[in-house]
């Protein structure tokens, strides 16, 4: 009987391939398969995979713009691994911030398939850091929250009057669809005038773009505005600090860091990056 393989729960970073660790390209140098997100950068698998690698890409597709559903990523695992081959699970950011993660884990288990974890920088530390905002810096903040207001059930109202009386750094993933409703409870519940809301777009790569305003004036200047995907936000009195700190050229483009990598129809290839 054929060996099982392994599965490596990797983090690939926010966006620049240079934030990946050195375990996970060390990891990625090695695989025979690599199944990926769609917030992974191309130039990462480009450049960081074997020749012959099989990259499966499980994020939204060029088409339909469906997620592959996590049953199928996680028979994908499963199958590979009973393969015998080494199998490199990708993700956006970190492995367990607002992922599937847990799934992939009691599936391997189930199944007793070998595996490691490697963390990732995820999303608010590289947006963070790449907007010039120290997320807990000393008499501004004493703690960071990970959030996120996608749906608007997910927060009640008594956990928004703390969030707007609090002084805690706020950091929302998944969340630029509902900002405006965000704010309005905020500054419903009194947020104070010394909070700064920081919209960080495709945060760490050459299309980085921050915008920047107090969270009470953020309707009457901004609402209704869409944002580039993916957008992390940050609210808080050292959202104020990217005025000052901030180092990264905002970019003009109108384009998008990571495309779907998938080819008309075809979900598994070898060694090639197909545009849309
Ligand atoms: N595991 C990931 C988060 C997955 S949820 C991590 O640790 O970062 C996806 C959300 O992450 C996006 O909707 C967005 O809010 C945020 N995100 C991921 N990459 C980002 C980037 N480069 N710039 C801004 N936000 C990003």
Request: proline share 5%.
């Amino acid at each position: 009987m054929q060996p099982k393989g392994k599965v490596i729960l990797a983090g690939a970073g926010p966006g620049d391939p240079e934030l990946l660790t050195i375990k996970a390209l060390r990891w990625l140098q090695k695989a025979d398969v690599v199944i990926v997100d769609r917030l992974v950068s191309r130039e990462a698998l480009q450049e960081f995979t074997r020749e012959d690698v099989l990259i499966v890409p499980v994020g939204k597709k060029c088409s339909d713009h469906a997620s592959t559903p996590q049953e199928i990523i996680n028979e994908l695992l499963v199958e590979y691994a009973l393969q015998g081959k080494l199998v490199v699970r990708l993700k956006g950011g970190d492995v367990s911030i607002f992922s599937n993660v847990l799934d992939e884990l009691k599936t391997l288990t189930e199944h007793q398939i070998e595996y490691e974890i490697i963390p990732g920088v995820t999303a608010a530390l590289g947006a963070a850091a790449c907007a010039g905002i120290p997320l807990t810096a000393r008499g501004y903040a004493t703690a960071v929250r990970m959030l996120t207001y996608y749906r608007s059930e997910l927060l009640n109202e008594s956990y928004m009057q703390d969030l707007a009386r609090t002084d805690d750094t706020l950091v929302f993933y998944m969340s630029s669809g509902t900002l405006d409703q965000l704010v309005e409870k905020l500054v419903h519940y009194g947020i104070a005038s010394d909070k700064w809301i920081a919209i960080v777009e495709q945060a760490t790569t050459p299309l980085q773009h921050v915008h920047h305003y107090p969270v009470n004036d953020y309707l009457d200047k901004a609402a209704g505005s869409s944002y580039a995907s993916p957008t992390l936000i940050i609210i808080g009195k050292v959202a104020a600090l990217h005025g000052s700190f901030g180092w990264m050229p905002d970019s003009r483009s109108n384009e998008h860091y990571f495309t779907p990598l998938s080819v008309a129809g075809a979900d598994l290839y070898n060694k090639k990056l197909p545009t849309c």
